[in-house]
């Protein structure tokens, strides 16, 4: 019957107590959400406000406020799914140039500096990082 020996005991135990009625109610486990309409709301809104960086804190900010602990990070997420919640990873750019196209914006560059009237300029700023090799941080957010 391809059935495992840890299923044919459970469902004897569940026999040996409830008789036919426990192999009848096929408890699979879960809960109803315990979250109201308006605790949603308000999850959704703190989130969108401090776009947290991992489920362990909004798990800790749900239990300050509401007392409820959600003991599987799985149950976690997938009230965050349900509340129209995902977690957003931003996309890695990489640091290599292109030799062509920086040798077309300076080009460009010279070009436009030897065609401006005298009372004009072209005023560039340094776009330089504070750090090196960082990575990205994901964060929870409205979908």
């Keep these: 019957m391809l ?14 107590e409830d008789g036919l009625d426990g192999l009848a109610s096929f408890e699979a486990g879960g809960s109803a959400c315990q979250f109201s309409g308006q605790q949603h709301e308000a999850l959704k809104t703190w989130i969108s406000a401090n776009l947290p960086r991992s489920a362990r804190q909004i798990g800790a900010w749900i239990e300050s ?27 890695i750019i990489p640091r290599q140039l292109d030799e ?8 460009f560059c010279e070009n436009l500096r030897s065609n401006l009237p005298g009372n004009e300029a072209v005023p560039f700023a340094d776009a330089a990082h504070p750090t090196h090799a960082a990575r990205p941080a994901g964060c929870w957010a409205p979908s």
């Design 100 to 107: 062509r196209k920086q040798s077309a914006f300076i080009a």
């Design 65 to 91: 406020q509401y007392g409820l602990v959600y003991e599987s990070r799985s149950g976690l997420i997938a009230l965050l799914h349900r509340s129209g919640l995902d977690y957003h990873k931003p996309k």
């Design 3 to 16: 059935l495992d020996d840890g299923t044919v005991r459970k469902w004897h135990q569940l026999f040996i």
